[in-house]
């Protein structure tokens, strides 16, 4: 106990009631330099620093913390306690005298070593050594500890990553600092579930209790919304033990932070609606921990020292646990329909708790029909439902319908798009109805990011966006519901002008030489989205594969026949490099078919030598030959003899693939005769090339590796990296089955070098050289070298050609 209490801070209470109201008198300067000594223990008493003006309750309330404080603080600071002491010396209250102790009345004489406890009475005088004890002071009673948390679910399912993360992001913080914690994501992944589990697993770190309040940031409908800081303030200071909490946000903040000012304590403030609403709640001492969860980022916490984790859905073998918890056997009977219906849940744990209820509700229907039923129907954000709400849906409505009126219309017009992938040059060109400019350009910046704020939209990179798997259904919902047609056309039309301007940018990048003469896109086109090179090129190409499928089928739906097979053709780059043959074919079919409708030879015989090589690598031989002999009858007919060339070398590549040499042979010279009539250096050089393949497939290595080191010089000088590259390729090949393996397997090693990255990637070569490489192992008696190969060219194949990955691995089982 404080040296200059028997009574706890009821002492000090008396003393300040007994002080002058003038807040300058003495008694209130002094006990202000107390209150400065023991802010040196622990600073947030300063806040209670007085003198204290308010009357009523407010004041009162006031000086009965600072008391409790103070009394709290002498009891382990020594400053404190003397500086209490001398102040309680100088300024009494009614019931004590300057020298100390109460006094006790006069009545009779005590003498001798007398020691006395309890209430006592003396007359006259003391004499000897009297020693007076108060009585022990009866213990304060302790307010019961809060222990507010929402129960656990029976069932909680992983997020053991997710709980490292937050374990280490509680270790990170600075000792002398409140700590924040914000726990963000979409509706439905299970944040308040997630926190609640992590909290109670670390409830012996927080021995003073645990508050919890739902702010409320779920609730739009009217008559609710979130729930105002003061109303959650005045039941945690309840809580806390508080008499009486003071009116205004300020003076309940203040008392707040005083109240819980050392404690261990922690904080669970659910559904935030936004930082703003947050702040007065948090906790100020370092003792304590706030969580805070949300749908929105609440980035502006971070100024506040707040550290977010944004919780993603669950992986899919946990998801497909909880499905289990309905499904039962069906579940484990079914492995890749349930995988399914998890993927088409988005992986969100209560879009998934509702399909393993309707799988445990209907005890005889299969995982497999849940899934076409979620795949055919309106989705999982409408068809699971609880109680007849489809509880998804309601929730992405609240999490829109609170959005900016320019983030609810990018929202709606993306989700119109059939695509995968959002740029920023994108957005913008949505954003506005007429030429992009920078304000334009910033408007969907900031649409955007309250988007990503919102957890609707994921960034993906630097000005780039996805949608999660069940936010663009409900973004398409709205768009097509809410969107008038001629704002959806618009909307539609910028879109696959925007896919135009980029992907000739890409073409013009990757593959100068495939330029359509005379087919220039018009001024005033969409600005496309910038490209640093080539590699960022191919990259774009890459991730935007399904956005510019999606582009090319609408044009053909909509009539736009120019548009069609403009951009199959412009597409070129990514059929060449990374060769996705499904859809290849289809884009080139579509565009066929628009060509031939907007009245374009020239777009005709584009999409039958290009549609032809598509269906040539599927291995779809007669077809690939027919567009083929269409094309070069269509050229000989134009007198184009460049086409001409393309269709005879395209005729004698089917050959060759189809061992008929002489045939292959035949073609690849006339293809040449063709190219050099009219100076083509460069198709006379693929040629050569296709003549040393020809060669090689033949067993004469001597021509084929002569006529591919001239294919390789030709290449070189023209700048041709990329066929430089597939030239140098063969040849290391080529040189490695001749009797030079070393010369061979460098080339070869150098070639894989180059396909890896930069403009000359391709991981279909990528495959092929580590095949040839691991020939070259397997001929020298490496084993491990040329299973290690062919294991990873393999894997590359899986996702190139099936048929290819099923060579490779009858190989590897011969080994």
């Known amino acids: 106990m404080p040296a200059f209490s028997s009574d706890g801070p009821e002492a000090l209470l008396s003393a300040m009631a007994a002080c002058d109201a003038d807040p300058e008198a003495p008694a209130w300067r002094d006990l202000a330099h107390v209150v400065d000594i023991a802010a040196r223990a622990d600073p947030s008493v300063a806040l209670l620093r007085p003198p204290h003006t308010a009357g009523g309750p407010h004041g009162a309330a006031l000086r009965r913390e600072l008391a409790r404080r103070l009394d709290a603080l002498a009891s382990h600071d020594a400053a ?16 004590r005298t300057p020298s100390g102790p109460p006094a006790a009345a006069t009545s009779n ?38 222990r507010q948390l929402p129960p656990v679910t029976a069932r909680f399912i992983d997020r053991e990553a997710d709980r490292q993360a937050l374990d280490a992001l509680r270790a990170q913080r600075p000792a002398h600092a409140p700590q924040v914690l914000v726990v963000s994501g979409l509706a439905g992944v299970g944040k308040t579930t997630f926190a609640t589990h992590w909290l109670y697993e670390h409830a012996d770190g927080f021995p003073d209790g645990q508050l919890y309040a739902d702010l409320g940031g779920r609730a739009t409908d009217e008559g609710g919304g979130p729930v105002s800081p003061a109303a959650v303030l005045e039941a945690f200071l309840i809580a806390l033990g508080a008499s009486s909490v003071p009116a205004g946000i300020a003076q309940q903040s203040a008392l707040w932070r005083s109240m819980t000012s050392g404690l261990r304590l922690a904080v669970l403030l659910d559904s935030a609606f936004t930082a703003a609403q947050v702040r007065p709640l948090l906790l100020s001492t370092p003792t304590g921990l706030t969580v805070v969860t949300s749908r929105s980022s609440l980035t502006g916490l971070r100024v506040d020292g707040a550290s977010v984790h944004r919780l993603e859905g669950l992986p899919v073998e946990s998801a497909v646990e909880l499905l289990a918890v309905g499904g039962g056997a069906r579940v484990e009977q079914e492995p890749a329909a349930a995988r399914e219906v998890v993927t088409l849940c988005g992986r969100l744990p209560l879009a998934v708790a509702l399909a393993s209820a309707q799988l445990a509700l209907r005890p005889h229907r299969s995982v497999s029909a849940l899934a076409d039923s979620l795949a055919r129907g309106p989705g999982a954000v409408d068809a699971l439902r609880i109680d007849g709400e489809a509880v998804m849906r309601t929730a992405l409505d609240m999490s829109y319908d609170v959005l900016p009126d320019e983030s609810r219309a990018l929202y709606r017009r993306m989700g119109l798009l059939p695509a995968d992938r959002h740029d920023l040059s994108l957005l913008t060109a949505l954003a506005g109805d007429g030429e992009a400019s920078r304000d334009t350009g910033h408007a969907a910046d900031i649409a955007a990011h309250a988007l990503v704020e919102a957890n609707l939209l994921e960034e993906t990179g630097p000005g780039t966006y996805r949608f999660h798997d069940l936010v663009q259904p409900h973004a398409r919902r709205l768009g097509e519901e809410l969107e008038d047609p001629g704002r959806h056309e618009r909307t539609m039309r910028r879109f696959v002008d925007w896919c135009l301007s980029t992907a000739a940018s890409a073409e013009s990048i990757l593959t100068p030489s495939h330029r359509l003469p005379g087919h220039d896109l018009p001024t005033g086109t969409v600005p496309p989205t910038p490209l640093d090179g080539p590699e960022e090129a191919l990259a774009w190409l890459d991730s935007h594969r399904n956005g510019l499928m999606g582009a090319v089928r609408h044009a053909a739906q909509a009539g736009w026949h120019f548009s069609c097979w403009r951009l199959t053709d412009l597409m070129w780059p990514l059929f060449l490099r990374l060769r996705p043959s499904e859809l290849w074919i289809e884009a080139h079919r579509l565009g066929l078919e628009a060509a031939r409708r907007s009245g374009s030879r020239q ?4 999409m039958l030598t290009s549609g032809a090589i598509g ?5 779809r031989y007669p077809e690939a030959a027919d567009w083929y002999r269409q094309a070069l009858e269509m050229a000989t007919a134009d007198g184009d003899v460049r086409q001409q060339a393309q269709a005879v070398s395209g005729l004698g590549h089917v050959s060759l693939l189809v061992h008929r040499l002489d045939e292959a042979r035949g073609h690849f010279e006339r293809a040449l005769r063709l190219r050099e009539s009219i100076g083509y250096r460069r198709g006379a050089a693929l040629s050569r090339r296709r003549l040393g393949e020809t060669a090689l497939a033949g067993g004469d290595l001597a021509t084929a590796a002569e006529q591919l080191r001239r294919a390789g010089a030709e290449l070189d000088s023209l700048g041709e990296t990329y066929e430089a590259t597939r030239v140098l390729a063969l040849l290391g090949h080529v040189l490695e089955r001749g009797g030079d393996p070393d010369g061979g397997v460098e080339r070869l090693q150098e070639a894989l070098a180059r396909f890896r990255t930069g403009g000359t990637r391709s991981e279909h070569w990528e495959a092929r050289c580590l095949e040839w490489l691991g020939q070259a192992a397997a001929s020298r008696g490496d084993h491990a070298d040329s299973v290690r190969h062919y294991e990873a060219a393999r894997d590359l194949f899986r996702r190139l050609s099936p048929e290819d990955a099923q060579r490779l691995d009858g190989r590897l089982r011969q080994r």
């Open 603 to 606: 777009g005709e015989g584009r």
């Open 615 to 619: 269906l040539r690598n599927a291995g």
């Open 80 to 95: 404190t306690r003397q500086a209490v002491a001398e102040w309680l010396r100088r300024h009494p209250g009614p019931t």
């Open 109 to 146: 004489a005590v003498s001798g070593n007398a020691v006395l406890h309890g209430p006592s009475v003396q007359a006259r005088d003391v004499h000897g050594g009297i020693h007076f004890h108060p009585p022990s002071p009866t213990p304060r009673s302790r307010l019961p500890v809060p």
